[in-house]
């Protein structure tokens, strides 16, 4: 057995809102084999959580505003999708060539405020991230703990940006039973030195470790990964809000 | 078997300068059940690279020059440790509360551009990064396929920081055989539309993946990925460097 292994969860259909996403993943880990586990930790994209909890906007609907349509004729994008990331943002960290960087209200830094097109239900229907990510993880592993007598940890994920690299990497915006951070702090190494700055953010590392498990094209938005049972606890934790770091802490941004 | 799986190579000793380790590498790959295989991929901390690569400095064989006692005494550090810093640095991104975050020869923007006091061979030594991490990752593969017949991609890593966010990921600062990005713009989703903008850093994310499966304290520098080989391929690629983003293109940062 691996040290370290992920496997997408089998045959879940398309999302819609007011989808039961708890029960869809209760049957879909029933068809995996080996099933789910307490100490597992099962990573969720985002958007079918999204999906479920309705987060989802028709462009039809949406009416832009003044702010929504002067950033949208400087920057080249559909007034309406403006208007909707502007909905979505507390502040705005960089706006250029296209790409609006938003802080959303839940303290993310990404583009578009997470506001995302592809993988819509619908033509002209954008997805929004969850209202309170940590929430939802807690709502699932509720769900799934019902549904199967275990608890294992729920990740919920994103792909960012980054500052200063190339491409996305899957990054956690929700989790409950997983220790989001292990602070190795005080800790000695094999030499017995202490080590002075290492705290790893792990719950960002099981989301990245999950996308490479993924087909991004296909239906897959569901890994388990098994092996990271000495993160995962039985309370729901602090959530992936701890791996928000204060603005005025923040020497790297 | 698992979509994704990661192992630590069992029974790598301490490294020193000078070791050969791409010889240790092979041994230690013999050692482990499976072996190496072409697809795979082995993710390196590159505290052993840097070390067999004598990348690692006395404190005691170093004069700090006016700049670095300047800096040192603004921030509490040790001057000495201070100029091995500054002489691994393009630009010093920003200096804070005893931290320097800089932007590396290379071009990677780290804190302490990458000089690290933990898991150093002796008291008093510090490791830096190696001079060029895409040359070692493809000096490793060579003595790899040389000594095993397979050519398994290699990735070398290190735990970065990141803006707006707590904790560090592992991160990928050299690689060869690895694909670092995977291109998905102008393929569809699932739904038949175009995805607009998904470049996955897929080299950072098996970084993180492989850090997951590794105990931080022990001797476990060297990770297998199994899974990968649709990212992996005969030709060494572009390198980790075509993850740098060139700074006059970096909104995020």
Request: charged share 25%; proline share 5%; hydrophobic share 50%.
């Given at each position: 057995?691996?040290?370290?292994?992920?496997d997408p969860l089998p045959g879940l259909?398309?999302?819609?809102?007011?989808?039961?996403?708890?029960?869809?993943l209760?049957?879909a880990a029933?068809r995996l084999?080996?099933?789910?586990?307490?100490?597992?930790?099962?990573?969720?994209?985002?958007?079918?959580?999204?999906?479920?909890?309705?987060?989802?906007?028709?462009?039809?609907?949406?009416?832009?505003?003044?702010?929504?349509?002067?950033?949208?004729?400087?920057?080249?994008?559909?007034?309406?999708?403006?208007?909707?990331?502007?909905?979505?943002?507390?502040?705005?960290?960089?706006?250029?060539?296209?790409?609006?960087?938003?802080?959303?209200?839940?303290?993310?830094?990404?583009?578009?405020?997470?506001?995302?097109?592809?993988?819509?239900?619908?033509?002209?229907?954008?997805?929004?991230?969850?209202?309170?990510?940590?929430?939802?993880?807690?709502?699932?592993?509720?769900?799934?703990?019902?549904?199967?007598?275990?608890?294992?940890?729920?990740?919920?994920?994103?792909?960012?940006?980054?500052?200063?690299?190339?491409?996305?990497?899957?990054?956690?915006?929700?989790?409950?039973?997983?220790?989001?951070?292990?602070?190795?702090?005080?800790?000695?190494?094999?030499?017995?030195?202490?080590?002075?700055?290492?705290?790893?953010?792990?719950?960002?590392?099981?989301?990245?470790?999950?996308?490479?498990?993924?087909?991004?094209?296909?239906?897959e938005?569901a890994v388990r990964?098994?092996?990271?049972?000495?993160?995962?606890?039985?309370?729901?934790?602090?959530?992936?809000?701890?791996?928000?770091?204060?603005?005025?802490?923040?020497?790297?941004?």
């Open positions: 057995v691996a040290r370290l292994q992920a259909p398309e999302v819609r809102p007011g989808d039961d996403l708890g029960a869809l209760t049957a029933a084999p080996g099933g789910l586990a307490d100490g597992d930790v099962l990573a969720v994209a985002h958007k079918v959580v999204s999906k479920a909890e309705g987060r989802v906007r028709a462009l039809a609907d949406v009416m832009p505003g003044a702010r929504a349509r002067a950033l949208a004729a400087e920057h080249g994008k559909d007034p309406r999708l403006v208007e909707v990331i502007l909905g979505e943002t507390a502040a705005l960290v960089r706006a250029d060539r296209g790409r609006l960087i938003c802080r959303t209200h839940h303290g993310f830094v990404c583009a578009n405020a997470g506001v995302d097109a592809s993988n819509a239900t619908a033509p002209d229907a954008v997805v929004l991230l969850p209202a309170d990510p940590d929430a939802s993880a807690r709502a699932l592993r509720a769900a799934l703990r019902a549904g199967l007598g275990v608890a294992p940890a729920v990740v919920i994920t994103d792909s960012f940006g980054r500052a200063w690299r190339m491409g996305q990497c899957e990054t956690a915006i929700g989790c409950a039973g997983l220790a989001p951070l292990d602070d190795w702090r005080g800790r000695a190494d094999n030499a017995g030195r202490e080590l002075t700055a290492t705290v790893i953010a792990v719950a960002d590392e099981a989301a990245a470790a999950a996308d490479l498990a993924r087909a991004k094209a296909s239906r938005p990964l098994r092996g990271l049972a000495a993160h995962v606890g039985a309370d729901d934790g602090p959530g992936a809000a701890a791996l928000l770091r204060a603005p005025e802490d923040d020497l790297f941004a």
